[in-house]
């Protein structure tokens, strides 16, 4: 096994979740599929961030019950901290736009993309 | 008391915000409460700068012993969340909180005929938090998490007209966008706190040793702030969202489009500022960017027949200003005979623009809003002889018109001036296109004048008559700060503008506090 390869990959991961995220954004014509690709996006940045705080047999951060081999070997508490945050946001920002989606559903009668064009000039 | 202003000014707007849904089905006095709660903003928003100017940077710390105590013994490195506010936070805070007070004032008249007026409310003063939230903060992650909350309110506002269709679509727009750009920006948090183990901006920013990798997340945070500040060739979604919100949110939708303005000079001059490799070419691409924003802002602004629309892609055009002053200046940062000669001018020049284009561009929108509340239709070809009938909107106009064209004695001209004067010791080109867009927005302007106040009186205006006084009241303020702003430039630029220049160019002075190594 090639070390580096296995130690990088969930951020392997995170690329590939990017790239699949931009091109379902840029490429897709139902308006569903779209908010599923920035729902991808969130994904791949919420594992970056939690991927960055991993360490390798670590304990968890609570001082008073860390018996004295976790010295030294923590995780960090505020990538996941931030991830929470993020995951809290990124409910209410795709509640948001799915809300939009029934609404324009209901103006047009289509999801298709390339017919909601009534704003242009 | 002083020393929690900035969490006061986060802290009022958020309870005018939560407490507006209990006035259900009170139209009238959820109306009087923000108007109130936004009033009492602005006058915070105004005692936070006095302090920051005379006494230097402001810094809070939540949940600390003492608010001033950024590192307690023991600590080497800042761990609590923090505000930090110099003099550029100030002066985007007082133009935040001025124009969500216009904003709730005229909103009392203009949408009076809508229902779920609480919800209106509630997300106006959350808009105003998200963007006072951005101004002031000193960290990164709390960045990423207000402009989520003025990206959310502000789309929310955008799609308020539900019953209409294109309400909903520019509010989708609107949302991915932000949501996107916002997702690159916690992207390159993640990058900058993996490599400096914090999320403090003026800690990072004295770390900052500009590897690859920091040069991605240079590149993720300059680009997702342009697409939200509506820089081209990321500005479609700007007409769309300006058109449908109601006029009355306008003022603070440009703001928040122009506290991510405030984000990109603070990633480039605050973040990266000890960086003097690669700088000047941040600056160039900054006013090339620029230069291409208000050309093509201002010729797809010509042909349009809506005429908010219309005024949507000058405010395009106008943001190219700014970044042309502030890219000038960041160009020659590191130059310090130069900076001198005429880089802080050109910097003046922009940021002296950010408050003059609010002021104008608002009360040329809210004239737009003042026609349709009056006509019920956008499109300049079915208006025509309204000046009679609207004297005062139609002053505020020629008013409003003038200011972004640069005529003088309007604000808009003080700070273009300043502009023109330095982007041509950088390079003449520069100055000739800022120039003929000056012509080219003028021309239109006179289109709609022609068309919507001059001409014979159409019959079915017969019965038309001015919009209701708080309408009128929130124009004449700002046509009034339109001519005071043009009349007395240097009461503004010495007051606030050059402290707020001044704090981005003395980058050092941000970095230090407390001791920090």
């Given at each position: 096994?090639?070390?580096?390869?296995?130690?990088?990959?969930?951020?392997?991961?995170?690329?590939?979740?990017?790239?699949?995220?931009?091109?379902t954004i840029g490429f897709k014509r139902n308006l569903i599929k779209v908010v599923i690709g920035v729902e991808i996006l969130e994904g791949a940045v919420n594992m970056f961030i939690v991927a960055l705080g991993y360490v390798k047999g670590g304990y968890a951060p609570i001082y008073t019950q860390a018996p004295p081999e976790a010295v030294g070997k923590m995780v960090l508490p505020t990538p996941q901290a931030l991830t929470l945050t993020s995951i809290v946001i990124g409910v209410a920002v795709t509640a948001l736009m799915l809300a939009f989606a029934v609404n324009i559903y209901k103006h047009y009668g289509t999801l298709d993309v390339t017919k909601i064009r009534r704003l242009r000039g | 008391m002083i020393e929690h202003l900035p969490?006061?000014?986060i802290a009022v707007p958020l309870f005018g915000a939560f407490t507006a849904p209990l006035f259900k089905k009170h139209y009238k006095e959820v109306s009087i409460w923000a108007i109130i709660i936004t009033g009492i903003t602005v006058i915070l928003s105004l005692l936070l700068a006095k302090e920051v100017v005379t006494g230097g940077i402001m810094v809070y710390v939540f949940g600390a012993d003492k608010p001033t105590l950024v590192l307690p013994s023991g600590y080497s490195v800042p761990i609590r969340i923090m505000f930090e506010v110099d003099a550029m936070s100030a002066f985007m805070a007082i133009s935040a909180t001025l124009m969500s007070f216009i904003g709730a004032l005229y909103s009392y008249s203009h949408v009076d005929r809508e229902t779920g007026l609480e919800k209106y409310y509630a997300l106006l003063m959350l808009l105003e938090v998200g963007i006072l939230?951005?101004?002031?903060?000193?960290?990164?992650?709390?960045?990423?998490?207000?402009?989520?909350?003025?990206?959310?309110?502000?789309?929310?506002?955008?799609?308020?007209?539900?019953y209409r269709g294109e309400a909903s679509e520019a509010g989708i727009k609107y949302l991915i966008v932000s949501a996107v750009?916002?997702?690159m920006v916690l992207f390159a948090i993640g990058i900058l706190y993996g490599q400096y183990g914090n999320l403090n901006l003026a800690y990072i920013a004295k770390n900052v040793s500009f590897n690859m990798v920091d040069m991605i997340a240079l590149g993720l945070l300059f680009t997702s702030f342009a697409m939200k500040c509506g820089a081209v060739p990321m500005h479609y979604w700007v007409p769309d969202a300006y058109t449908e919100v109601p006029a009355g949110i306008n003022p603070p939708l440009l703001v928040a489009t122009y506290a991510s303005l405030y984000a990109l000079?603070?990633?480039?001059?605050?973040?990266?500022?000890?960086?003097?490799?690669?700088?000047a070419r941040v600056g160039w691409i900054m006013s090339i960017l620029g230069v291409l924003t208000m050309f093509i802002g201002v010729t797809m602004a010509l042909v349009q027949k809506d005429v908010k629309r219309l005024?949507?892609?000058h405010a395009i055009s106008q943001t190219g200003y700014m970044l042309l002053g502030v890219g000038v200046g960041l160009t020659v940062l590191h130059d310090p005979s130069k900076l001198a000669?005429?880089?802080r001018d050109a910097m003046a020049g922009g940021v002296f623009h950010i408050i003059n284009h609010i002021i104008y561009k608002s009360l040329l929108l809210m004239t737009a809003g003042a026609l349709f509340y009056v006509t019920g239709t956008r499109n300049l070809n079915e208006m025509g002889g309204l000046a009679r009938k609207m004297p005062i909107t139609a002053i505020s106009f020629m008013v409003g018109a003038a200011a972004i064209s640069g005529l003088p004695p309007f604000n808009g001209f003080a700070s273009k001036l300043l502009i023109y004067e330095t982007s041509y010791r950088l390079n003449p080109l520069l100055t000739v296109f800022a120039m003929v867009t000056s012509v080219l927005t003028l021309a239109s302007f006179v289109k709609v004048?022609?068309?919507?106040?001059?001409?014979?009186p159409l019959e079915k205006f017969e019965n038309t008559r001015e919009v209701p006084k708080p309408m009128i009241i929130a124009m004449i303020i700002l046509a009034a700060l339109c001519i005071i702003f043009g009349l007395f430039p240097n009461l503004v630029l010495d007051k606030l503008v050059y402290p707020a220049v001044d704090a981005l160019i003395n980058f050092a002075q941000y970095h230090s506090w407390g001791g920090l190594a």
């Open positions: 096994m090639n070390g580096s390869v296995f130690v990088n990959f969930p951020f392997i991961v995170v690329a590939v979740l990017l790239a699949l995220g931009f091109y | 969490a006061l000014m939230g951005m101004v002031l903060t000193g960290d990164l992650f709390n960045l990423f998490v207000f402009l989520e909350i003025a990206g959310i309110a502000g789309s929310a506002l955008v799609g308020f007209r539900n750009a916002s997702l000079f603070r990633v480039s001059f605050t973040l990266f500022a000890n960086v003097v490799v690669d700088l005024m949507s892609y000669e005429f880089g004048f022609a068309s919507a106040f001059l001409g014979p």
